[in-house]
């Protein structure tokens, strides 16, 4: 089993829809988790960082987490066509320290 | 404020060469760490620095070197390259608590 799992999509939804994008973890002692957005050839950027259970908005992005069931999500709401990128979901077993495991990535297409 | 540079962008090795990958990071981080990227196998962890003067391995140093040169500075080393090297290379770096900011990667072939 992979410590951090992802749908490797693609994942297409409409412009203006809500793009739902899942994170399951292996490790229960996981501390903090990270929503990465990877644009083709270009490097990760955060978009969202969650670190306790219940959602946490920013803007058009909500993440969701679930320590219980080692779930995190990441919700876009009104999706636009800039928003088709690879999402890399990174979990942090430690505290004080930043070492990431990475997902594989899901990769999201929003159409006009 | 440039946050965190790579050099070179693009290389192109044959089998059995060496070369050096250099990162920089103006945001005066004490973490710095070098992940490849392969299809398929996300973002992969070589080795990281927690602060100036230690390294660790990570997830995959097989095949690499490291040397923390300063708070700034973070370089990877390939001694005799193989093509299953042929990857993208990202350097990051971060404080003790905040996330992680990366380079703009170096993209390697090695033939």
């Known amino acids: 089993q992979k410590e951090v799992e992802q749908n490797s999509g693609p994942l297409s939804v409409p412009e203006g829809a809500i793009a739902s994008l899942n994170c399951t973890y292996s490790?229960?002692?996981?501390?903090?988790f990270f929503w990465y957005r990877q644009y083709s050839g270009k490097s990760p950027e955060l978009i969202m960082s969650?670190?306790?259970?219940g959602d946490k908005e920013d803007g058009r992005f909500t993440a969701q987490l679930n320590k219980a069931s080692q779930y995190v999500s990441l919700l876009i709401r009104d999706s636009q066509p800039s928003d088709s990128a690879t999402y890399l979901c990174a979990v942090n077993r430690l505290t004080g320290f930043q070492k990431l495991v990475f997902g594989t990535g899901t990769r999201l297409l929003v159409s006009p | 404020n440039a946050g965190v540079t790579q050099t070179p962008k693009f290389q192109v090795l044959k089998t059995g060469q060496s070369m050096t990958l250099q990162c920089a990071q103006d945001m005066n981080h004490n973490s710095m760490y070098w992940y490849r990227q392969d299809p398929g196998m996300g973002l992969r962890l070589i080795y990281y620095s927690a602060s100036e003067g230690t390294t660790d391995k990570g997830e995959v140093p097989n095949g690499y070197n490291v040397s923390r040169l300063n708070k700034r500075e973070f370089s990877l080393r390939l001694e005799s390259a193989a093509p299953s090297q042929t990857s993208v290379y990202f350097c990051?770096?971060?404080?003790?608590?905040?996330?992680?900011?990366f380079g703009p990667g170096t993209r390697l072939l090695v033939l």
């Open positions: 990051a770096s971060s404080s003790t608590v905040e996330t992680q900011y």
């Open positions: 969650i670190y306790s259970n």
């Open positions: 490790d229960r002692v996981s501390q903090s």
